[in-house]
Each structure stands twice: as structure tokens, then as C-alpha cells.
């Protein structure tokens, strides 16, 4: 991803794709300081872009830090970048860190923040998963308690036990990996919400110590307006077995549906085949 042709903007002004560089004694790659966007753009309008940049002042405020760019100037930023690269649907990469500077220790008062915007082209982000059902792992880390990380902040952080789960659910052949919390119920996957349904009703994990995905809240305010109820509530994994249907929704993922967690298997009924085309619509409308 790093050697090719294209623009990325950097600081305020587009560079050469390849001179979008950081140096090795960076803040946010010795200590996490990162806080970062996951954005898709259908027929050259990033869906809910404003709300985007509005997540990642927030997400950087939540690790006390301030991006020194306003959302309008982040949204003016983006349809910059994307149109630099000559794209209409693609995905956006936003992502504000800590940078090198006088400081090397923990604290990094005196160092620069850096924002960067990137973009690409991204199909599928589960393959043919998004047509067939997704398979997922049951992860063996579990998503913290608020007190113990901002959970609420997309953060890069919050992304190291992803990473180690994604890569042990792929060993075994599956998609992804779903997370159970740390008081044991249901949490989300690596970087999606889960959604369950049973008896054309759908449940969904309470977004109490997790992130409440922007696709997440659009897609229950769909459903509520097509008149299906919509249960936020606590899961616990014993219940698995009993649901129907199942998928997951993010920004990459879109509405994806899930066919098999560990041993428990799903049917993708029209429920989530009827979800997943009325998304596909919203987005591109
Ligand atoms: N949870 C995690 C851990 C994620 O990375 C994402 C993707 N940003 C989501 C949920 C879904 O969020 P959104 O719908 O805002 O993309």
C-alpha cells in the first residue's frame, strides 16, 4: 500500500502517495496515540461525512488531545483527497496521531498532531462472505470496561486485541472474530456491530462498552421506520443458539450476513437480505 501513485493529504496540503511518510520515533506508534475515521464514498458523496469528522475530533478529544483542522475544514479536506485520486466510490482513511517532537516518554505535551487522508478503492470488506454469510471465531480477549479505555473513541488502541483476534479467526478458516465483553455478554466483532434476529424481531448488543457504529444507528433507524422491533439489550452468548438470523454492519462491512459462530449456525433469511438492500440504496441515493 505504500509504493504506488496517488495523493494523500497530509498536514494540510496533498503529497505524493509514497512521500506520505512518519518518522520511527513517532508518539502514536510507540503509545497509541492515534485516533482515526473509516469513511466510504458512493457516487462522489461520503455517507455521513460530517458525522466522521465530527467521531474523530471527538475520538481525539476522549485522548486529550486537540486536531488543529475544524470538521467543515476535515470534510473540505476529504472531497480534496478524493478527488486528487480521480474516485467516486472509495473508502477514506482519516486518521489524526501524535507525532515526533520533544517529547519521548509517555507524556507528549510538546510533540505535533499530525492529521492525514487517505483513500482507496475497497470492495467487500468480508469477499463473497457478503453474499454467502460470514463465518466468525469466538475471540479468547474480550472488549474492555469504559473504565478501563475510552471506549466510545475510535482508537487505535482499542484495536490491538482486534488485530491478534482477526489473525487467530483467519488461522481457522473464518471471517472474523466476535467479541463477548468483559462481563461476559455479546460485544461486536473487530470491526463491526452484530445484530441478531429471531421471530422476524431484532436484537442487538447494548452499546455500553463498545463502539456505537454510525452504520449501526442508521440501520436500526431503518428498521424502526419499516416497523420492525428493534431490541438493544444485553446478550448473553448461551443465546446464540436461538437466534435465526444474524449479521454485521460497519462501514466497510456495510450489512453483512453471518452464517456460522463457532458451532452456532444462521440462516441469511430476507430479513437481513431485505436490510442489507434498503442500506445498499440509502447509501447510494
Ligand atoms: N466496531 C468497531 C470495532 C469498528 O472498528 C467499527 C468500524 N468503524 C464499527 C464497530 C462500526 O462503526 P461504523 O458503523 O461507524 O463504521
Same mark, same amino acid.
Given at each position: 500500500?505504500? $509504493?504506488?501513485?496517488?495523493?494523500?493529504?497530509?498536514?494540510?496540503?496533498?503529497?505524493?502517495?509514497?512521500?506520505?511518510?512518519?518518522?520511527?520515533?513517532?508518539?502514536?506508534?510507540?503509545?497509541?496515540?492515534?485516533?482515526?475515521?473509516? *469513511?466510504?464514498?458512493?457516487?462522489?458523496?461520503?455517507?455521513?461525512? #460530517?458525522?466522521?469528522?465530527?467521531?474523530?475530533?471527538?475520538?481525539?478529544?476522549?485522548?486529550?488531545?486537540?486536531?488543529?483542522?475544524?470538521?467543515?475544514?476535515? /470534510?473540505?479536506?476529504?472531497? *480534496?483527497?478524493?478527488?486528487?485520486? @480521480?474516485?467516486?466510490?472509495?473508502?477514506? =482513511?482519516?486518521?489524526?496521531?501524535?507525532?515526533?517532537?520533544?517529547?519521548?516518554?509517555?507524556?507528549?505535551?510538546?510533540?505535533?498532531?499530525?492529521?492525514?487522508?487517505?483513500?482507496?478503492?475497497?470492495?467487500?470488506?468480508?469477499?463473497?462472505?457478503?453474499?454467502?454469510?460470514?463465518?466468525? $471465531?469466538?475471540?479468547?480477549?474480550? =472488549?474492555?470496561?469504559?473504565?478501563?479505555?475510552?471506549?466510545?473513541?475510535?482508537?487505535?488502541?482499542?484495536?490491538?486485541?482486534?488485530?491478534?483476534?482477526? #489473525?487467530?479467526?483467519?488461522?481457522?478458516?473464518?471471517? /472474523?472474530?466476535?467479541?463477548?465483553?468483559?462481563?461476559?455478554?455479546?460485544?461486536?466483532?473487530?470491526?463491526?456491530?452484530?445484530?441478531?434476529?429471531?421471530?422476524?424481531?431484532?436484537?442487538?448488543?447494548?452499546?455500553?462498552?463498545?463502539?456505537? @457504529?454510525?452504520?449501526?444507528?442508521?440501520?436500526?433507524?431503518?428498521?424502526?421506520?419499516?416497523?420492525?422491533?428493534?431490541?438493544? =439489550?444485553?446478550?448473553?452468548? *448461551?443465546?446464540?443458539?436461538?437466534?435465526?438470523?444474524?449479521?454485521?454492519?460497519?462501514?466497510?462491512? *456495510?450489512?453483512?450476513?453471518?452464517?456460522?459462530?463457532? /458451532?452456532?449456525?444462521?440462516?441469511? @433469511?430476507?430479513?437481513?437480505?431485505?436490510?442489507?438492500?434498503?442500506?445498499?440504496?440509502?447509501?447510494?441515493?
Amino acid at each position: 500500500y505504500d $509504493d504506488r501513485d496517488g495523493k494523500i493529504w497530509l498536514d494540510g496540503k496533498l503529497v505524493e502517495w509514497r512521500d506520505a511518510q512518519v518518522h520511527v520515533l513517532t508518539h502514536a506508534l510507540h503509545y497509541a496515540s492515534s485516533v482515526f475515521e473509516g *469513511e466510504r464514498a458512493y457516487n462522489g458523496k461520503i455517507f455521513l461525512g #460530517h458525522e466522521h469528522s465530527k467521531r474523530l475530533i471527538f475520538s481525539a478529544g476522549e485522548l486529550g488531545f486537540e486536531i488543529p483542522y475544524t470538521a467543515e475544514e476535515i /470534510d473540505a479536506a476529504k472531497d *480534496e483527497v478524493l478527488k486528487a485520486n @480521480g474516485f467516486t466510490n472509495a473508502y477514506v =482513511r482519516a486518521i489524526a496521531w501524535r507525532g515526533a517532537g520533544m517529547d519521548m516518554g509517555v507524556a507528549s505535551s510538546r510533540n505535533p498532531v499530525h492529521l492525514g487522508i487517505a483513500t482507496w478503492e475497497w470492495g467487500n470488506y468480508y469477499g463473497d462472505a457478503k453474499t454467502k454469510g460470514a463465518k466468525l $471465531d469466538i475471540a479468547r480477549w474480550k =472488549r474492555p470496561s469504559p473504565e478501563t479505555i475510552p471506549v466510545n473513541a475510535k482508537a487505535a488502541g482499542l484495536y490491538m486485541i482486534c488485530t491478534i483476534s482477526k #489473525h487467530e479467526a483467519e488461522a481457522k478458516g473464518c471471517s /472474523d472474530a466476535l467479541f463477548m465483553d468483559y462481563r461476559g455478554y455479546v460485544a461486536e466483532a473487530t470491526g463491526a456491530n452484530i445484530f441478531f434476529v429471531k421471530d422476524g424481531e431484532v436484537h442487538t448488543p447494548l452499546a455500553d462498552c463498545f463502539l456505537n @457504529g454510525l452504520t449501526r444507528q442508521t440501520v436500526i433507524k431503518m428498521m424502526k421506520e419499516k416497523g420492525i422491533t428493534v431490541h438493544e =439489550r444485553h446478550i448473553m452468548p *448461551e443465546e446464540l443458539s436461538n437466534f435465526e438470523g444474524c449479521f454485521l454492519t460497519g462501514t466497510a462491512a *456495510e450489512v453483512t450476513p453471518v452464517g456460522q459462530i463457532g /458451532d452456532y449456525t444462521f440462516t441469511v @433469511g430476507n430479513l437481513v437480505l431485505d436490510i442489507a438492500a434498503s442500506y445498499e440504496a440509502l447509501v447510494r441515493a
